[in-house]
């Protein structure tokens, strides 16, 4: 087995990247190069890695949030104009946000925890201190617990049940339905579920990544989700795109990702 197959939030990561040139194009062809020259890790890499890291020093998610946002600014943030102003505001303040930045930032919570309540807690705690909306968490909890049940070995079935018994979300579409009418949304509720069923709908990692950006929707954010999940379901991720996706990084990030995995490796 090749360890760097099995990075914990490396697949989030790669999904991240590799969506990150579709993200306005509309792209509804699977047939892409995942890593052109001009592909790049954006804020959903950025504040995976913030959670990640709150995770590693019991630091609070609002906190690590504005540190990495603050640190890691435009162009490979591509922050939402009120994440942004959040960052810039003397008193940030949770914002009543429905946006997918909630559930994109969350991956490291599914890996970490090992108790359902635990990951449903956290992803909530990780959401709120922006997107505090309803909406806004129940996308970071779905996603969360959809890796979770993922790492712990359900079934493709008892995934799909449980999300959509807990959630209401509709997970009984498939990729080419979803392909035909969807386009870009940037809120929770129209891009999570789409995500899981770009996961759900795939025989392999590589064609999760592909049917999330052939959806033509926000790319980078629905693959990033999209990614995590599929990491934890299929346990193995292609070494070619851990390397890849890792060269990306500046040092610090990627200091990260191995401080995660030595503290929680799959």
């Known amino acids: 087995m090749n360890p760097n197959t099995h ?3 490396v697949g989030s990561i790669i999904g991240d990247i590799a969506g990150s040139t579709h993200e306005f194009t509309g792209n509804k062809d699977p047939n ?19 959670t990640a890291e709150a995770l590693l020093t019991g630091s609070g998610y609002g906190d690590m949030y504005l540190i990495f946002g603050q640190r890691h600014p435009y162009p490979y943030g591509g922050y939402g104009v009120r994440f942004a102003e959040w960052l810039r505001s003397e008193d940030p303040m949770p914002y009543n946000s429905w946006g997918n930045g909630s559930a994109m930032r969350v991956s490291p919570i599914g890996f970490a925890l090992d108790t359902e309540a635990d990951v449903l807690r956290e992803a909530a705690r990780s959401a709120a201190v922006t997107h505090d909306h309803p909406e806004g968490i129940k996308g970071a909890q779905a996603t969360a617990l959809a890796l ?10 008892e995934l799909r049940s449980a999300i959509t018994t807990r959630f209401g979300y509709d997970l009984s579409r498939t990729v080419e339905q979803v392909r035909a009418v969807y386009h870009f949304n940037e809120s929770c509720q129209g891009t999570v579920p ?15 990544i592909r049917n999330a950006i052939s959806l033509g929707g926000d790319a980078d954010t629905v693959a990033c989700i999209t990614g995590g999940v599929a ?17 990306k990084l500046p040092v610090e990030l990627r200091g990260i990702v191995a401080r995660f995995a030595e503290r929680w490796p799959m």
Do not use: M
């Not at 892409?32 to 913030?50: G, K, M, N, R, W």
């Not at 979770?148 to 079935?157: I, M, T, V």
């Not at 789409?194 to 999760?208: T, V």
């Open 7 to 9: 990075i914990p939030i």
């Open 231 to 247: 990491q934890a379901f299929f346990k193995a991720v292609p070494s070619a795109f851990v390397e890849q996706a890792l060269n």
């Open 194 to 208: 789409e995500a899981l069923i770009a996961f759900l709908d795939a025989p392999d990692f590589e064609a999760a």
């Open 148 to 157: 979770f049940l993922a790492r712990k070995g359900a079934s493709r079935d």
């Open 32 to 50: 892409v190069d995942l890593f052109p020259p001009d592909a790049e890790y954006t804020d959903d890499s950025i504040l995976t890695l913030a």
